[in-house]
């Protein structure tokens, strides 16, 4: 189960942000080695103070261990011919990193694995920096260095490989989301109830990311469009970006922005979604909880939010689903690795990139 993790405490924060920097999947910076380390330094103390506001660290680790341990029994029943099934968490800035889980995978003696994302719809810089990584770990492009006379294991061999890398469609997510919707509107009067704006909210991606091809705003768009058609279309709705970082162009409109044109407009009831996380994390808890929803009521608005799919038992039954129909469809056609996965983006000029989708179209051989 991939993600891209969070601090579970303090301590924990400044190395994630520079793993997070240092990424250039993530973020291509001009001599990454030498700006990010800064970036980094600079930016923890600030950060620190909003995980603390929030509790003192994300709770994405237990949230997600929460939901495979709920997604494995129905998995079991679901494909009783794979069973049993074992879910291992592969986090690509904190701990577990993806090196760690595939320690416990070799411990495990692991012949067969799925690559799982948990980001919905696809990206270059979530899913596909997470895929990278485990193709670079499980390859032996990466790995531990020796100490003393350690024996360092490279690699995975032996193990055959698939990867679900996008479910932004499936019936049981977006049921999901429509429920916790529906009961985050019971909050207003029945008979306004259908006039509540639904501000869809996503992790916005620079430009430069969406101009050479990437697929997640069209993906994150049809979450949304599906979420609106189960819920029968009764709200106005708008799909808005939040978590903007440095001066270059992002999708837009970011999220507060769009708050502060919904008040001058006179659109004083709003429903925050989360719609591209399974998980509550700092970007939940502290950008919308408290950034947007104090920002809002200065201005106004009689706001809430929808809860994230945590511990919904709806979703718990989605992934297993997912996870099912994958094993099913791998036996059948002997594909490993979806259509859409295989294309890369036009605009894309990293080659491991190109490594990484063949190794998983080959099943990891």
Request: with cysteine; net charge neutral; proline share 7%.
């Amino acid at each position: 189960m991939m993600n891209m993790g969070g601090p579970s405490t303090l301590p924990e924060v400044h190395e994630f942000l520079s793993r997070l920097f240092h990424d250039r999947d993530l973020i291509p910076l001009p001599l990454q080695s030498l700006i990010a380390p800064w970036i980094a330094k600079r930016r923890t103390p600030q950060i620190e103070k909003q995980y603390a506001a929030i509790g003192g660290g994300s709770p994405i680790l237990r949230w997600t261990r929460h939901q495979g341990q709920a997604m494995i029994p129905l998995l079991d029943e679901l494909s009783p011919e794979t069973a049993p099934h074992k879910a291992y968490v592969a986090f690509r800035y904190a701990r577990p990193y993806t090196e760690d889980c595939m320690d416990e995978m070799r411990r495990d003696g692991v012949t067969r694995a799925v690559a799982f994302t948990q980001y919905p719809q696809y990206s270059c810089s979530t899913t596909g920096s997470s895929l990278n990584e485990v193709w670079r770990w499980a390859t032996g492009v990466k790995s531990r260095p020796k100490v003393g006379d350690e024996d360092v294991q490279m690699g995975m061999p032996g193990v055959e490989w698939s990867v679900i890398d996008r479910w932004f469609a499936h019936p049981g997510l977006v049921e999901a989301f429509a429920r916790n919707i529906e009961t985050a509107l019971e909050h207003y009067d029945p008979s306004t109830r259908d006039s509540v704006v639904l501000l869809f909210s996503a992790h916005s991606l620079p430009m430069s990311v969406v101009n050479r091809g990437d697929p997640y705003v069209l993906e994150v768009s049809s979450t949304v469009s599906a979420v609106m058609h189960r819920l029968g279309n009764r709200n106005p709705y708008r799909l808005v970006w939040q978590s903007q970082v440095g001066p270059s162009a992002w999708m837009g409109p970011q999220t507060n922005d769009a708050l502060k044109g919904l008040a001058r407009l006179g659109k004083k009831k709003v429903c925050l979604v989360p719609i591209a996380f399974t998980s509550d994390h700092i970007e939940t808890l502290f950008e919308l909880d408290h950034e947007y929803a104090e920002e809002a009521k200065q201005l106004g608005i009689d706001i809430t939010r929808a809860e994230s799919l945590n511990g919904s038992p709806v979703f718990a039954r989605a992934i297993a689903d997912i996870a099912a129909a994958h094993l099913k469809e791998v036996k059948r056609t002997g594909q490993h690795a979806s259509v859409q996965m295989g294309l890369r983006c036009p605009g894309c000029k990293f080659e491991h990139c190109g490594k990484q989708k063949e190794w998983f179209a080959n099943g990891g051989r």
